[in-house]
């Protein structure tokens, strides 16, 4: 909302600077976001006087003039326009000028004629669309004056943010209650001077005023006008206008637009002579089921209505979308003579729905939505009718057309000043608080000393109970004076937790990530449809968005991995290629038994890409593989106290190739925790990744559930050393380690504590499922009560040794 | 025979001393050492004429051999602690302790999670406690029961991602607000950190970013409770001598309510650096930072409390906004690009 000060000094005297009363209104919760200088753009442009004016000898149009700013020097300005005459006093634009357009005034030559500047025409200083001349001005200004002061423009305007609670501070007039509340001023109301015309008839023989619910629409009045002559406002209306951003149009329509801007009152003129029946009807529209219902509003499109729309009707048919946009087939025009000027309330909820739905926002509907005053609204009729008379010529006839089916009504609240301080935390004095509340245009009954009667002004619509009298007296006071006390938090014991919260358990897990040498990302929860397709995920189950901000934020990741992997593509774009990332954060999947129809999960994501080390030395170079990602699964899950793990080859997945299932042995049984494998190569090819991504996809929830449910648990050391056997296996490699561990547990050898992989051998080169490799393990025997002797142990390792080669396919 | 016995040790005396300096390593020394000390060594040799001595001579010169002993093995040991001393210098040159390190992986915790985690730190040193809920909420726990019905103009103030009609991704954590009471009677002390969303993309906006809620609900509760706390948290966050403004302003759920101003961390409320305009506070001195008030009756109604009985304050901030002002990251975008030279500047 911009706010002039000229404009607003006409209803409170106030003499401060702009920036005191900006402050003041800031802290008054009405926060000024900017100050303005509306006519900035033109503010070098000054008087000039054309002291000869005579025709360009090479040129049949253009004028050679010589004009006088001011200074010492008579300027020479070749000009083109038709009525540049001598003695004008004329703007001028001096040679350095930067035109509002953004051209810039530089000294130069017009078929051989030097030129020390432009005169301007009204388009050219964006003060109309005028381009048939250049803007003649008053003979009374003096030459060199700045030509925003001689014509006195606004230099001054507070663009103020109002919240959605005050609507009636969407006006001067509401700004000015305001300041004058702030700096203990009066408040004036423009004097009103209407003169109605007995001769040009009555008001209420023209036209009839018909409601069919006062719950839409309370009241309806209009005027009417006869004679106007539809032509340019006046150039103090139009460059108030202009100041605080709005486009002059016509002297009727900028009127309505004037008082909508000083008022708050949105109001509509329509051309009487293009009404018919002399009936206004207000109505719902009435869609048939068939045919629907349309109406084509002034700018022209042609809007589907539905039987919530409100809508103005003459005896025939529509010619209003209530509040929000006039009919095109009753719009004033050039031609009008006749005006039928309407100043109605709505019902807000009913105002919004049409609004957003046609998706046409207007000054007018932003006021009715948030609620217009139904008594300050005659005043504003009075003194719309009384500037369209002086400005278009028109005569008022008597009377006003009027129905008010559903009159204001008073609304009286308690106040209770002791629970007024309670709550704010303050000390207001009664005084205090009623002056205040008067100065709002309460009206304060006392009688009751502890429990005041407070009747609020028709303007507050917001002024709805006692809360809201007690946010006034604070604001009017100063939220900022509220002195700062510590609480005492007191607790009940149903609220101490366990410890591991969900958030907590969550950081717990970063914590530990950060420390396994990973980087935290943080991903939008959606992606698009595409992001999940291309990695082939289920269709079934994805919580699309109704109304997406663009198709690649459409549907709610089902998994952890689509924003990960778009991670890779972005890194590796900017040029980093060896990545280790984690993320934490929900996966989401329809859930009909959910009351928000989804199933939240968090998940971790873990992701290594590129060099196992950001070091080219001293580490051993190496690209990422399955052991590194393996190795990050284990070591999360040891830290968790969760285990044994087991390590299950999947024989198909969406995405990953190869894919295993961490399985992790529970109380409630073997359960999945996660997934981990490497992405298939032409779905990493998709992100450009030129090496293998590694990918974890843990299910958090599910290890929080099963890590609360272990605790660390002491075993005594062991006082006896251990004995050590190594064995070598030549296997086929199709034979996994973990058949051999298996066939050596069932063995059952006695005194075996341990048993270890200690090294990979695969003669023929990595192993392609044909060749054969050799696996060593390490079995540690120890007795818990005395030291092994070697032939016990050789006896026990023996069975090892035979037993293997009966049992699997392998030799010693 | 004795006296050219006894000269003769001496003589080995003198000849070691001379040449155990041409021993350069552990290795000749070990050879000297079997030369003279050695079973058939040159002391042994000269040993052999002991046996042929009178009696009279024998402890003279057998007193003397042990002596000359002593001395070979004190001479040769002392070449040894030299040349041990040597070795060790020489190995010490070949150190070089410029070389890099074998370092593990370095990870990292991503910006919000930093800002994040000290924010909730704060607020859990005061005594407020972690609550977590859902993402996908429903219109009535986001809007409706925070005095914000259908058509309401308030809903303007938060663009809405919808998945249906009645079901949307929250617009921010107040509906954690509306659980809680649901869920337990007052005392109610939590806060509710967490991803929000609104339908707004541009260089302040992003369509996710991250909030925290915090909410206190007893008897008494008053405004100058909620100055305090908020008083405390910044100072705590930012530094000891951040100033709070409160400015009036307004949200559905809380009336009064006010938008929260700190003093600015770059400028010091100045409004200024050197001579140039601020650019975190643009000149103003004040950082907005978030939004409070007093729990509108309505919001205690729509969840079952008395508003007779208790009162209470909320507050809300975004995460997002602190991790800017405190590490003095400009481009809000790049908190979601996951860029690894961005998010390494976070170790
Ligand atoms: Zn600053």
């Not at chain 1, 250049?134 to 925003?148: N, W």
């Amino acid at each position: 909302m911009h706010i002039s000060l000229q404009w607003l000094r006409e209803f409170v005297p106030f003499q401060g600077t702009v920036q005191e009363l900006a402050e003041r209104l800031t802290m008054q919760g009405l926060e000024v976001e900017a100050i303005i200088d509306p006519f900035e753009a033109i503010a070098s442009i000054v008087v000039g006087h054309v002291l000869e004016c005579a025709d360009h000898p090479d040129s049949d149009h253009l004028h050679v003039c010589s004009v006088d700013v001011g200074g010492p020097e008579v300027l020479q300005i070749v000009c083109g326009a038709p009525n540049v005459a001598k003695g004008q006093k004329v703007p001028v634009a001096l040679i350095g000028t930067t035109m509002p357009g953004g051209m810039q005034i530089k000294k130069g030559k017009l078929r051989g004629v030097a030129s020390h500047g432009m005169i301007c025409s009204e388009r050219e200083l964006g003060l109309s669309e005028d381009h048939e001349g250049i803007m003649v001005l008053p003979e009374t200004f003096a030459p060199g004056k700045l030509l925003v002061d001689a014509l006195g423009l606004e230099r001054e305007v507070i663009e103020v943010s109002i919240t959605p609670n005050r609507a009636d501070c969407l006006s001067v007039l509401g700004i000015a209650r305001e300041t004058a509340l702030g700096f203990g001023l009066p408040l004036t109301m423009p004097a009103l001077n209407l003169k109605e015309d007995a001769s040009a008839g009555d008001a209420n023989t023209v036209v009839r005023i018909d409601i069919a619910d006062g719950e839409l629409c309370p009241v309806y009045r209009a005027r009417a006008l006869t004679g106007v002559k539809i032509a340019k406002s006046p150039d103090w209306m139009r460059y108030r206008l202009i100041a605080i951003g709005q486009r002059p149009i016509s002297n009727i329509v900028d009127v309505t637009n004037y008082i909508l801007m000083e008022l708050g009152q949105p109001l509509h003129a329509f051309d009487n002579k293009l009404l018919k029946g002399g009936v206004i009807r207000v109505a719902p529209a009435t869609p048939d089921q068939q045919d629907g219902q349309s109406i084509t509003t002034l700018d022209g499109q042609e809007r589907k209505l539905l039987a919530s729309d409100l809508l103005i009707w003459d005896g025939e048919r529509p010619v209003a979308l209530a509040g929000v946009m006039g009919g095109a087939n009753s719009s004033v025009s050039d031609e009008t003579t006749e005006v039928l000027l309407e100043c109605a309330i709505f019902r807000p909820g009913t105002i919004r729905k049409t609004a957003r739905r046609l998706a046409l926002p207007s000054e007018a509907s932003y006021r009715f939505e948030r609620g217009v005053d139904q008594v300050g609204s005659l005043f504003a009729l009075e003194r719309a009718a009384q500037l369209m008379a002086e400005v278009s010529g028109a005569r008022v006839l008597t009377g006003i057309a009027m129905a008010e089916p559903k009159p204001w009504a008073e609304r009286s609240h308690g106040f209770r000043i002791d629970r007024c301080n309670a709550l704010l935390g303050l000390s207001l004095t009664p005084e205090f608080c009623k002056t205040t509340l008067t100065g709002l245009g309460c009206t304060v009954d006392d009688s009751n000393a502890a429990n005041w009667r407070v009747t609020s002004p028709p303007h507050r619509l917001d002024l709805e109970r006692e809360v809201d009298l007690f946010e006034e007296c604070g604001r009017v006071h100063g939220l900022d004076r509220i002195p700062a006390v510590l609480p005492r938090i007191s607790k009940s014991l149903d609220s101490v937790q366990m410890r591991d919260t969900e958030f907590g358990f969550l950081q717990r897990l970063k914590a530990w990530a950060v420390g396994a040498g990973l980087r935290e990302a943080i991903n939008y929860s959606f992606v698009g449809t595409d992001d999940l397709d291309r990695l082939n995920l289920p269709v079934e189950g994805r919580i699309t968005i109704a109304n997406p901000l663009s198709e690649d934020q459409n549907v709610l990741r089902t998994e952890i991995a689509p924003g990960l992997l778009n991670n890779v593509r972005h890194n590796l774009a900017q040029g980093n290629a060896s990545l280790r990332l984690f993320e934490v954060a929900k996966a989401f999947v329809e859930d009909t038994t959910s009351d928000t129809g989804a199933r939240e999960n968090s998940r971790l994501g873990m992701l290594v890409h590129g060099a196992r080390h950001s070091q080219e030395w001293p580490w051993e170079q190496g690209e990422a593989d399955y052991l590194d990602v393996k190795g990050l699964v284990e070591n999360l899950l040891a830290h968790l106290r969760l285990g044994p793990a087991s390590f299950i080859l999947e024989p198909a997945h969406p995405y990953l190739e190869p894919c295993v299932r961490v399985e992790v042995a529970a109380k409630s049984g073997v359960r999945l925790v996660g997934r981990m494998g490497r992405v298939q190569p032409k779905i990493a090819d998709a992100y450009h990744a030129r090496k293998d991504i590694w990918l974890a996809d843990m299910d958090a929830d599910l290890l929080r559930e099963l890590s609360r449910a272990t605790k660390p648990s002491f075993k005594s050391l062991p006082k006896f050393p251990p004995v050590r056997r190594d064995v070598t296996v030549i296997c086929p490699a199709t034979l996994h380690a973990e058949a051999i561990e298996a066939a050596v547990l069932e063995i059952k050898p006695k005194n075996l504590e341990s048993l270890a992989l200690v090294a990979v051998y695969a003669p023929e080169g990595p192993a392609d499922g044909k060749g054969e490799r050799n696996l060593t393990f390490r079995l540690t025997y120890r007795h818990a009560d005395r030291t092994l002797v070697d032939k016990e142990v050789d006896k026990e390792h023996g069975k090892v040794l035979s037993g293997l080669p009966q049992k699997l396919p392998v030799r010693i | 025979m004795l006296k050219s016995f006894l000269e003769g040790l001496d003589g080995l005396t003198l000849e070691c001393e001379a040449r155990r300096g041409q021993a350069c390593s552990l290795k000749d020394l070990e050879a000297l050492r079997v030369e003279f000390l050695g079973r058939k060594g040159k002391l042994a040799a000269g040993m052999g004429a002991l046996a042929q001595m009178g009696p009279e001579d024998k402890p003279a010169a057998g007193k003397k051999a042990n002596e000359v002993k002593n001395a070979l093995t004190a001479l040769l040991e002392s070449r040894q602690a030299e040349l041990e001393a040597e070795a060790a210098q020489d190995a010490l040159a070949g150190f070089d302790p410029s070389l890099p390190g074998r370092r593990p992986a370095a990870g990292s915790l991503h910006p919000v999670t930093l800002a994040m985690q000290e924010i909730c730190e704060v607020l859990t040193g005061l005594g407020f406690e972690v609550v977590a809920g859902p993402e996908v909420e429903n219109d009535w726990n986001n809007f409706e029961a925070l005095n914000m019905p259908p058509d309401h103009p308030a809903r303007d103030m938060q663009d809405t991602l919808y998945v249906s009609d009645t079901v949307l991704l929250r617009t921010h954590t107040s509906p954690l607000q509306v659980r809680t009471m649901l869920s337990r009677k007052p005392p109610v002390a939590v806060i509710a950190p967490g991803k929000v969303y609104r339908r707004d993309s541009d260089i302040t906006h992003t369509p996710m970013f991250h909030q925290i809620e915090g909410l206190l609900v007893d008897k008494n509760v008053s405004m100058a409770d909620l100055r305090g706390t908020l008083t405390a948290f910044v100072r705590q966050l930012f530094s000891a001598d951040t100033k709070v403004r409160f400015r009036p302003s307004f949200f559905p759920f809380t009336e009064p309510s006010a938008e929260v101003d700190i003093s600015c961390m770059l400028c010091g409320g100045e409004g200024h650096v050197a001579g140039e305009p601020c650019r975190v506070c643009k000149k103003t001195g004040w950082v907005e930072i978030l939004g409070c008030g007093m729990v509108d009756p309505n919001v205690f109604r729509s969840v079952g409390y008395d508003p007779e009985a208790y009162t209470g304050f909320a507050f809300g901030l975004g995460v997002e906004r602190v991790a800017m002002l405190k590490y003095g990251i400009g481009d809000l975008r790049m908190f979601f690009e996951n860029d690894v030279r961005f998010l390494e500047q976070f170790s």
